[in-house]
């Protein structure tokens, strides 16, 4: 067992590929994650990977992001997430899972702005999470 009382030096190595494709209005973006942790003095290694798939279509007046993503891992993962103007979220994952958000900004005239937000981990239960925001500027 792990005396978690200590400090100890650990490695944190991460290997990320990112890719992206411009379509017209829609912007494909996949990512590959693998991240690994060693305690040497504990000769403990661990592990995870993370994939992802967005899509994000913006025209004019209209902005909508949905993205997918799937994880594997021992370790803790995190993950930026696009949001609501004014929330910085980035997600945590470990173990197994899968995780999908959709996000709409529809801006209805010059002064006056409508953002909804829906995130859920499809395999845990009440994960589900709801933002709506209305934005006026003078």
Same mark, same amino acid.
């Given at each position: 067992s792990l005396d978690e009382s200590g400090i100890r030096d650990f490695e944190r190595n991460m290997f990320r590929v990112d890719w992206w494709q411009d379509q017209g209005n829609f912007r494909m973006k996949s990512r590959? +994650? *693998? %991240?690994s942790e060693f305690l040497r003095e504990d000769r403990? *290694? +661990?592990h995870g990977i993370l994939a992802y #798939? #967005? /899509?994000?279509?913006? %025209?004019?007046?209209?902005? !909508? !992001?949905? #993205? !997918?993503?799937v994880y594997h891992t021992e370790v803790l993962i995190y993950?930026? +997430?696009n949001s609501i103007d004014g929330i910085m979220q980035n997600s945590i994952f470990?173990?197994?899972?899968i995780y999908s958000y959709l996000l709409f900004k529809y801006n209805v005239f010059?002064?006056? +702005?409508?953002?909804f937000k829906i995130s859920d981990e499809l395999i845990e239960e009440n994960k589900m999470r709801l933002y *709506?925001?209305? /934005? %006026?500027?003078?």
């Open positions: 590959l +994650e *693998f %991240t403990i *290694f +661990e #798939q #967005q /899509i994000k279509y913006k %025209t004019g007046n209209l902005e !909508v !992001v949905a #993205q !997918v993503s993950m930026y +997430e470990s173990g197994d899972g010059k002064h006056f +702005e409508m953002q *709506f925001q209305m /934005i %006026t500027r003078f």
